[in-house]
């Protein structure tokens, strides 16, 4: 049973950045392509970015030119550099395979933008 690790989340103004890490118990995390979903308060869960096993990407819209999906298949490790941040963006990040998200969930990690 692969663990979902989640980090990196915090406070943030807006225009500012934070980067979230994944860390995934199971070497087997290097054939799966990987994803970012985010869930707002009040709101469902929904995908954020995608990342193949060959290291390509996919954004949902609102996202796309400011969050950066990237993985480290050596540390099972999957990363979303997210720039530029907008109070929108508030919410409890977690990652998981994509596109079916068939890893149980891990606790994610709260990111909250507010000046």
């Known amino acids: 049973q692969v663990q979902l690790v989640e980090s990196g989340g915090g406070l943030a103004q807006p225009g500012g950045s934070l980067r979230l890490s994944c860390v995934a118990s199971?070497?087997?995390?290097?054939?799966?392509?990987m994803g970012w979903y985010r869930q707002a308060p009040g709101k469902q869960r929904e995908f954020v970015a995608r990342i193949t096993t060959s290291g390509g990407t996919t954004y949902v819209d609102s996202v796309k030119g400011r969050f950066t999906i990237s993985r480290d298949n050596a540390q099972n490790t999957v990363y979303l550099q997210m720039n530029s941040l907008k109070p929108e963006d508030t919410a409890v990040y977690y990652c998981?395979?994509?596109?079916?998200?068939?890893?149980?969930w891990g606790q994610g990690t709260q990111v909250t933008v507010s000046s």
């Open positions: 998981n395979d994509a596109p079916m998200a068939s890893f149980p």
């Open positions: 199971r070497s087997s995390f290097s054939g799966r392509w």
